[in-house]
T-cell receptor
Framework: QQQVKQSPQSLIVQKGGISIINCAYE??????FPWYQQFPGKGPALLIA?????SEKKEGRFTISFNKSAKQFSLHIMDSQPGDSATYFC??????????FGKGTTLSVSS | NAGVTQTPKFQVLKTGQSMTLQCAQD?????MYWYRQDPGMGLRLIYY???????DKGEVPNGYNVSRLNKREFSLRLESAAPSQTSVYFC??????????????FGEGSRLTVL
């Protein structure tokens, strides 16, 4: 059973555009929702994270939007740059469990 | 700081061979993890260790064993490698125990091919 469903699998965005990646979850006990960024040949690194007591969190050009009732959260990358080209993973966890990751989205930002 | 160090970075095995992937962290973290990454499958948890002396199965533990040697080191062993274990393996660590929302710090991965 896939606990965190991520879409799309791949995404191509023009430089300066908005990249949007979506995730949905089923386990209502999840209480921590991070996004990780991975460049080729490297391990993933934490990008931004949110807890369900807030609906939005912004860090620079990166924003997480969280919809608790729909059990969905999304990553928005404003003014996308070629340097943002990477694989992005959403994840979720609750007390007593390790992070469960989505299948990833490969983002390509064309210049 | 080296962070999370994995060895080896690349390995080719024949079916049935055994090997151990080594992982060490120098951040004094309590929890350590092994994930595997396969195309289109994301990161799947194999085993984790919430603290020194404890280990727990993750989503895909079959065919693997782990040892939390001490607080710094967490090894992953393949006793009899199979082609289905061809993957990129990532070790990670976090300051707080699993499930307490600590940030995961990943190594750069070990690419394993089983022929």
């Amino acid at each position: 059973q896939q606990q965190v469903k991520q879409s799309p699998q791949s995404l191509i965005v023009q430089k300066g555009g908005i990249s949007i990646i979506n995730c949905a979850y089923e386990n209502t006990a999840f209480d921590y929702f991070p996004w990780y960024q991975q460049f080729p040949g490297k391990g993933p690194a934490l990008l931004i994270a949110i807890r369900p007591d807030v609906s939005e969190k912004k860090e620079g050009r990166f924003t997480i939007s969280f919809n608790k009732s729909a059990k969905q959260f999304s990553l928005h990358i404003m003014d996308s740059q070629p340097g943002d080209s990477a694989t992005y993973f959403c994840a979720a966890s609750t007390t007593g469990t390790a992070l469960i990751f989505g299948k990833g989205t490969t983002l390509s930002v064309s210049s | 700081n080296a962070g999370v160090t994995q060895t080896p970075k690349f390995q080719v095995l024949k079916t049935g061979q055994s090997m151990t992937l080594q992982c060490a962290q120098d951040m004094n973290h309590n929890s350590m993890y092994w994930y595997r990454q396969d195309p289109g499958m994301g990161l799947r948890l194999i085993y984790y260790s919430a603290s020194e002396g404890t280990t727990d199965k993750g989503e895909v533990p079959n065919g693997y064993n782990v040892s939390r040697l001490n607080k710094r080191e967490f090894s992953l062993r393949l006793e009899s490698a199979a082609p289905s274990q061809t993957s990129v393996y990532f070790c990670a660590s976090s300051l707080r125990a699993a499930g307490n929302t600590g940030e995961l710090f990943f190594g750069e991965g070990s690419r394993l091919t089983v022929l």
